[in-house]
């Protein structure tokens, strides 16, 4: 247990683009972590690399579980009260948005997040397949970045590396889904757990 | 969407004795249903039969994912105000508790649940392994059933035709977790979908 009068540690955020329970919490993380005086700290995420490890799949696949999450994502949404539309091609790589957010985070965490906002809306609302470097491109054009920059960022072995070592970084702390938060420590998954993640910010524990 | 002042369907709950989240909906649901006039249809559910259909296997032995369900299990557990103790055998087959449900539900409902859920409890607070028959007779024996008569119940073929019948049209309506439950015929899988549940109630859907 933390003392909730002392600690102000931000909250870590870890998301697929793929995810609309990632897209759900990130719509709501920075909210209600500032409730509590504390800030998130964005971590895009490539589940495909758990898949992997954990010897799971997407849950579309599955038999019996990806109808029902099918259904269980759009009712989730309405519970939310988010707008969401179940994107035409899903799930897809999320490799291209994952680097855009990590490059322009770099230079201006502000903007990161406005950018990670963005994707997610194009995709799960507007049924913009962010899975094109075009379309990451133009998101990131709408809030103001260079677009033949992060161009030219997007095609270098930089920011290939970088994604792969904060992947790993994640796997290292554990994460296996989307979304998976850590609080002082504490590991909470699935946008279902935000009630949970809510009392142990206003409780330091429980 | 129903009227909410009109429909007062009994809720078809779904659970395998072997699961701490269906234990905790065990615990919640009877209640919850009552404040919105609902009765509950206890059904019990073998999650190995689903396995063998979604491709999935028991939480305890899946890399990363395994860990953190330990974790998140005695977390949510405080979070709902249940006392609970991490089983040492889990998770164990489970027919002869719901085998043995099922019989004494036939004679009476009311004491199906009060055996639902003193084997929980057993289970997952008691560290009583329930997957031992004997011990499934004591703690029927407990709230007054007739020990010899359901010995032998359990023994015969009829009952296990029953339980064979009862998980295959959980697995035609779509049933793959624990707890699972339907309002109205709308799924919902996990102890964390209690809310949701909760505002269909309310709202008649939503």
């Known amino acids: 247990m933390t003392d909730p009068q002392r600690s102000t540690a931000p909250i870590d955020f870890y998301f697929d683009f793929s995810s609309p329970y990632g897209y759900f919490a ?11 005086g504390r800030t998130v700290l964005w971590h895009p995420f490539l589940l495909g690399v758990t898949f992997k490890v954990t010897g799971l799949g ?12 099918l ?13 969401f539309r179940q994107p035409s091609v899903f799930p897809i790589p ?14 201006n965490p502000q903007k990161a997040r406005a950018f990670g906002l963005a ?9 913009v ?12 054009a709408r809030i103001g970045i260079d677009r033949d920059e992060l161009s030219a960022a997007l095609a270098g072995a930089e920011i290939k590396t970088r994604l792969a070592a904060e992947v790993d970084l994640g796997l290292a702390r554990g994460v296996f889904g ?20 809510e009392r142990w910010l206003a409780e330091g524990g429980f």
Do not use: C, M
């Open 26 to 36: 990130a719509e709501k993380i920075d909210d209600l972590a500032a409730r509590y």
């Open 58 to 69: 997407p849950l579309p696949g599955i038999p019996l579980k990806g109808a029902y999450s």
């Open 71 to 83: 259904h269980d994502i759009a009712r989730s949404a309405r519970y939310f009260g988010l707008p």
């Open 94 to 107: 999320t490799q291209h948005a994952a680097r855009a957010f990590l490059w322009i985070g770099d230079r």
């Open 119 to 127: 994707a997610y809306r194009a995709y799960f609302v507007d049924d």
């Open 129 to 140: 397949n962010i899975s094109d470097l075009a379309a990451v491109l133009d998101i990131a």
């Open 178 to 197: 989307s979304p998976f938060l850590f609080v002082d420590g504490e590991a909470f998954w699935g946008a279902d757990r935000l009630p949970q993640v």
